[in-house]
Structures are given as structure tokens and as C-alpha cells.
């Protein structure tokens, strides 16, 4: 995939704790950080972009995720730009999926639930061919995030 052509983009936001996401002064994930901000820029160059708005963020449920992604255009087109536990959305939707193909990957701040907290959310076995079917992969992490 060395031409890569991106004709829509999702942002998968991160998880909120409950409290945060329940205070009606703060942002919804959806709405808050950078992810509006690239949505905007992304559309102003012609790349339609959405952020879906994951029910119950503050404790991530993936078969509900994985329902809620359905109506989405998600293919060899698509960028998916992922922060935090929307990172899991990502890497799950395409390691259970062997033949979906992306144009852009790119993962910030991801996070595992290796705990367990969140049931089977962070349950999946990643698909060690994940990198072939993606034009590009972009990881930024920090220590502090």
C-alpha cells in the first residue's frame, strides 16, 4: 500500500473516568483535546472526519463498540486516528478483521487494560500481519500522558 490515498477519517476518542464524562461543564471525549481540532483541519483539506461519540466511554465495552462502528465507512480509504483507549478500538476492529486494509494508522497515547478492569476489552489477540494492510502507521507516546 505505497500510494496512499485517505478519502475519509474516523478520530476514536480516549476513556474518560465516569465522573468527567457525567459533569455537564467538561467536554464529552468526543469533543474535547485535539480531536475537534484535527476533525476540522482534515475537513478544511477535503477528508471528511468524524468522531463517533462511544456510548458509556468511562468503561469501554467492545461488543458495543464494535455495533455502534457499523453505519462508518471503514476501508482501504479510511485514516483512523486514535488517542488513549480508542488506540484498543483500532487494533481490535483490524486485528478481527484480516481482510480490512486502511490508508492511515495512527495510535496517540495508546493504552491496554491490562488489568482487566474494562472486561474483554483489551481481550484480542493482535494481528501480527496488522502492518501489511495499512499504508502507514504512526505511533506518539509520551511518559506523562
Not at 488517542?83 to 495510535?107: D, F, K, Q
Request: net charge neutral; glycine share 6%.
Amino acid at each position: 500500500m505505497a500510494n496512499i490515498q485517505m478519502e475519509n477519517a474516523l478520530i476514536f476518542h480516549g476513556k474518560p473516568p465516569r465522573g468527567r464524562y457525567e459533569d455537564p461543564t467538561v467536554p464529552k471525549p468526543h469533543e474535547a483535546n485535539w480531536l475537534p481540532r484535527v476533525a476540522n483541519e482534515l475537513t478544511e483539506r477535503g477528508i471528511p472526519t468524524q468522531i463517533p461519540a462511544f456510548p458509556q466511554p468511562y468503561s469501554p465495552n467492545w461488543g458495543i463498540y464494535k455495533e455502534y462502528l457499523k453505519p462508518y465507512t471503514i476501508n482501504e480509504s479510511t485514516g483512523i486516528a486514535a488517542h488513549s483507549a480508542g488506540t484498543e478500538v483500532g487494533l481490535r476492529l483490524m486485528s478481527e478483521n484480516p481482510t480490512l486494509r486502511l490508508s492511515v494508522l495512527a495510535l496517540v497515547a495508546p493504552y491496554k487494560d491490562r488489568e482487566g478492569k474494562y472486561g474483554d476489552f483489551s481481550k484480542y489477540t493482535l494481528d501480527p500481519n496488522l502492518a501489511k494492510r495499512v499504508g502507514k502507521i504512526v505511533i506518539i507516546n509520551s511518559f506523562d500522558d
